[in-house]
């Protein structure tokens, strides 16, 4: 797990639905329901991209692959690998750069 700082906090990272220039536009209900879950409790949930986000802001390819095999578990269409995991949920990062957030 990495200890790199990020400015945009977990929670909100994970229930972002889109961007507005710097700011995050984050699902409300979700955050409140959903932002103390682990990546892999989020993804037996059926939450796959908050989940993959998850794995992604805490730098864990340990959690990467764990969500993976939950994914896999019951996918009529396999993913390979945690690359194409990240890509299937299109991100591979968390991205710098947001200043604000706008709760809907």
């Known amino acids: 797990m990495s200890s790199k700082k990020h400015t945009f906090a977990r929670e909100d990272f994970l229930f972002t639905i889109g961007y507005e220039g710097s700011m995050a536009i984050v699902d409300r ?6 932002r103390h879950l682990s990546g892999p409790d989020l993804a037996r949930k059926g939450l ?9 802001y805490n730098d864990s390819e340990e959690e990467l ?3 993976l095999e939950i ?3 019951d996918a009529v269409v396999k ?3 945690t690359e194409d995991l990240k890509r299937l949920v299109g991100t591979f990062a968390v991205p710098e750069g947001v200043r604000r957030v706008k709760y809907i």
Do not use: D, H, L, Q
């Not at 209900?29 to 959903?34: E, G, I, L, S």
């Not at 796959?48 to 992604?56: D, E, G, N, T």
């Open 29 to 34: 209900r979700a955050r409140a329901r959903y």
């Open 48 to 56: 796959f991209k908050p989940a993959v986000y998850s794995a992604i």
């Open 79 to 81: 993913v390979n690998s």
């Open 71 to 73: 994914y896999n578990a």
């Open 65 to 67: 692959e764990e969500i």
